[in-house]
């Protein structure tokens, strides 16, 4: 996976091969045939880890997200996404501009409803003080929403990402729409 994370930022997707992956690794062409048959079977299972790891950083602020104020939790859950992105800001845009075809849906579906349960405790916690009224459609939301802004800030928006304007807009659009005025 490392070897097909570092050929997919550096080559891109239609540049990179089986075989520049496979000479990345240090392996032979059979013995990533015989794991992977395909480039898209590669790309498929590192955009997999990568839902994964999104998924694991959110789960190591449970926590926080489950006690903290809705206004810092909506920060926590934000910053978390952006994080990640930041530290693979090439693979999530080499992913979502040119492969973002590949990665099973299912999968997708259930680390997202994982990470939905996470922000649906969060809301639950403050509900007194949250609009909507089902919970589990805004937790969905939410995660859907910041999830499909930051693999799009990815590609359009890093000067933003770096300077903290995109994390700071992105938390009052969800605040704004969870909190009661």
Same mark, same amino acid.
């Given at each position: 996976?490392?070897?097909?994370?570092?050929? @997919?930022?550096?080559?891109?997707?239609?540049?990179?091969?089986?075989?520049?992956?496979?000479?990345?690794?240090?392996?032979?062409?059979?013995?990533? $045939?015989?794991?992977?048959?395909?480039?898209?079977? @590669?790309?498929?299972?590192?955009?997999?880890?990568?839902?994964?790891?999104?998924?694991?950083?959110?789960?190591?602020?449970?926590?926080?997200?489950?006690?903290?104020?809705?206004?810092?939790?909506?920060?926590?859950?934000?910053?978390?996404?952006?994080?990640?992105?930041?530290?693979?800001?090439? @693979?999530?845009?080499?992913? $979502?501009?040119?492969?973002?075809?590949?990665?099973?849906?299912?999968?997708?579906?259930?680390?997202?409803?994982?990470?939905?349960?996470?922000?649906?405790?969060?809301?639950?916690?403050?509900?007194?003080?949250?609009?909507?009224?089902?919970?589990?459609?805004?937790?969905?939301?939410?995660?859907?929403?910041?999830?499909?802004?930051?693999?799009?800030?990815?590609?359009?928006?890093?000067?933003?990402?770096?300077?903290?304007?995109?994390?700071?807009?992105?938390?009052?659009?969800?605040?704004? $729409? @969870?909190?009661?005025?």
């Amino acid at each position: 996976m490392a070897a097909t994370e570092k050929v @997919l930022t550096r080559d891109g997707f239609a540049r990179a091969t089986t075989n520049r992956i496979a000479e990345a690794a240090g392996v032979s062409i059979g013995t990533l $045939y015989h794991f992977f048959p395909t480039k898209e079977a @590669l790309v498929e299972a590192l955009v997999h880890r990568m839902w994964a790891d999104e998924l694991a950083m959110l789960e190591s602020r449970a926590a926080v997200l489950a006690q903290a104020p809705l206004e810092d939790a909506v920060r926590e859950l934000v910053a978390v996404f952006v994080a990640e992105m930041k530290r693979r800001h090439v @693979l999530y845009r080499r992913w $979502y501009g040119e492969a973002s075809h590949l990665g099973q849906l299912d999968l997708g579906l259930d680390l997202t409803a994982r990470g939905t349960h996470l922000v649906r405790l969060a809301l639950e916690q403050n509900r007194s003080r949250v609009r909507p009224r089902d919970l589990d459609f805004a937790a969905d939301f939410v995660v859907k929403m910041v999830l499909a802004a930051v693999r799009t800030a990815s590609r359009d928006w890093m000067k933003q990402v770096e300077t903290g304007e995109f994390t700071d807009e992105l938390v009052a659009m969800v605040t704004r $729409y @969870l909190l009661r005025t």
